[in-house]
């Protein structure tokens, strides 16, 4: 039952009828009441199209029984009587701006079991322009659409039903102050903020725009086209993507101690489905499958140990005691600590029963750290690991290293943190990587012992790996102005500048990218953990959906290469 009869209500109702609605079911009200055949006051060809015979006159008449409400005409058409007199769990679209047909309160006081849309922003299940227009056009000029057809419209409207039956992304709950969003009664229509419905609508629209015959430049590869929208929301999906699929090509195991967390239950079931890695989720099995119940996901292919009743308890205990006795560590200790989960992950990648291992979200960075480096240790031949952030700006991508673990690092110490970004530049993100080693001189400009440092690491790199484009020491300023390099230092070997910046100390190194990422508004893929025995990611403890996701390819792709 339609409450309105003007241009939105007529091209709903065609719409709905388009869709698969009967005309016969399908039932017009409008100021003057019912549209019914016969009538002759205020009717119009578009309304005759809706009108059959009936007894019925007023809107009071036709809605009971009804299963649906359409209302777009005005404040308080819909009644509480009404809507007692509607069917079992009724669905109404009370549309009418800036007042509803039945305000939202009122509405669920007087039914339960209501399904309630309205146009409001302070209230759930908002129906939203900015959820369809703009991707409608997005899909249709894509494919240079000769028009916007009915089909392409109910591409748009099933793309929006199918993507609210899919868990929201961190980015929607931080949007709402933390609230968690499930399909339900009260979340049927996907918020606007979710950045899904680009690449969930416009697609929709493009394949239907082909399929009924008016796209003009139709669209070969659809996936390739979905990438190029991702591209559009930043370009930090760019950097990552290459890394996306080549975890996909082989995918490893990743244990992640903190497996009860919601948020890393809904990040390895998404990676799960799409062949990321093969995950293994330490934890309670009860609790772990409990709030995968209450969030609504599945674990099916999801591996699930407890550290204390593991069968090979024993095996990891041994290990740890092995490891750690002149360390301090008991039999006593070695059998506590086995039992906390960052070091029973950490120990299944020391003996080969995970590939790599992702933590942090609940956990301090140095919490989660200390234990890997005990464990896992580094790489034969590393005396040191680092961190690197990935800083994604509007025209470059910068690494900044090292930005998480090395204090006051020594100049044998900072060549081997460039020597180590440098590899994952190269291996990881399949980039050339251009290293320029900062500090608060240029070239020899300013004599002072934290400039020799840099000095002397510069020419340890180029010593150690002359391949390798990388010089210094050089002022932040040199190394990102346009020209700068080129036009005062035309010797220096770093051809477009750098891409990789070494920063002296800690101090600098943290300010530094915490600067860029506030006030140049990068987006940041980070920290990424270099120099491990085997891969070990850090998550921040505001780490969202996108960022445990990229952190688990990385690490994918660093056990690949070893």
Not at 240 to 249: G, N
Request: aromatic share 6%.
């Amino acid at each position: 039952v339609f409450s309105g009869a003007g241009a939105s209500a007529i091209a709903c109702a065609n719409m709905m009828i388009e869709a698969g609605v009967k005309l016969e079911n399908l039932w017009l009200c409008d100021t003057k009441g019912l549209v019914y055949t016969g009538r002759t006051e205020g009717m119009n060809k578009y309304k005759e199209k809706f009108a059959k015979p009936s007894e019925w006159r007023t809107l009071a008449d036709t809605i009971k029984d009804a299963d649906v409400f359409v209302g777009c005409s005005s404040k308080g058409a819909l009644t509480p009587e009404m809507l007692l007199s509607m069917a079992k769990q009724p669905i109404v679209f009370a549309l009418a701006n800036p007042d509803p047909e039945i305000d939202y309160p009122t509405a669920k006081a007087t039914r339960n079991d209501i399904i309630l849309a309205t146009g409001r922003s302070d209230y759930p299940n908002q129906v939203n322009n900015v959820l369809g227009f703009p991707f409608i056009f997005r899909g249709a000029l894509d494919v240079r659409a000769s028009e916007i057809n009915e089909p392409m419209k109910i591409a748009a409207a099933q793309a929006l039903a199918a993507l609210a039956r899919q868990e929201a992304p961190e980015s929607v709950t931080r949007a709402y102050a933390g609230q968690k969003f499930t399909f339900g009664p009260d979340y049927i229509i996907p918020k606007p903020f979710d950045p899904r419905v680009l690449l969930w609508v416009a697609p929709a629209v493009a394949q239907a725009a082909m399929d009924t015959g008016v796209a003009r430049k139709p669209i070969a590869d659809m996936k390739a086209y979905i990438e190029r929208l991702e591209g559009l929301q930043g370009r930090s999906k760019d950097v990552i993507r290459s890394v996306v699929h080549r975890a996909k090509e082989n995918p490893k195991r990743v244990v992640f101690p903190e497996g009860d967390h919601p948020l890393i239950l809904q990040a390895v079931s998404q990676m799960v489905d799409e062949g990321i890695c093969v995950p293994i989720l330490l934890g309670e099995p009860a609790k772990i499958k409990a709030v995968a119940a209450d969030h609504g996901i599945g674990l099916e292919g999801i591996e699930i140990l407890d550290p204390g009743t593991v069968a090979w308890r024993q095996e990891a205990e041994d290990a740890f005691y092995d490891l750690r006795k002149r360390r301090g560590v008991t039999r006593t200790e070695a059998k506590r600590q086995i039992r906390r989960r960052i070091y029973f992950g950490a120990m299944m990648c020391r003996l080969g029963k995970a590939d790599g291992l992702i933590a942090g979200l609940t956990m301090y960075y140095p919490e989660t750290i200390r234990p890997c480096l005990e464990v896992i240790g580094t790489r034969k031949g590393v005396k040191k690991v680092c961190g690197v952030y990935t800083m994604v700006l509007k025209n470059r991508v910068l690494f900044f290293s090292d930005t998480t673990m090395n204090i006051e690092p020594t100049g044998e110490e900072l060549a081997e943190i460039a020597m180590l970004t440098s590899d994952l530049v190269k291996d990881t993100f399949n980039m050339e990587p251009k290293v320029a080693m900062l500090s608060f001189s240029s070239f020899g400009s300013v004599d002072h012992p934290l400039v020799r440092k840099v000095q002397k690491a510069v020419q340890i790199v180029k010593e150690t790996r002359p391949e390798l484009k990388c010089d210094g020491e050089m002022q932040a300023d040199t190394a990102l102005a346009d020209g700068v390099l080129a036009e005062n230092y035309p010797w220096v070997d770093l051809p477009g500048g750098p891409n990789v910046l070494i920063f002296p100390d800690l101090t600098s190194g943290n300010i530094g990218y915490k600067l860029v990422q506030r006030l140049a508004g990068a987006e940041v893929i980070g920290p990424i953990t270099c120099g491990m025995a085997a891969p070990v990611h850090v998550l921040q403890r505001h780490s969202d959906l996108n960022d445990i996701i990229h952190l688990t390819a990385l690490t994918v792709v660093e056990a690949q290469q070893k």
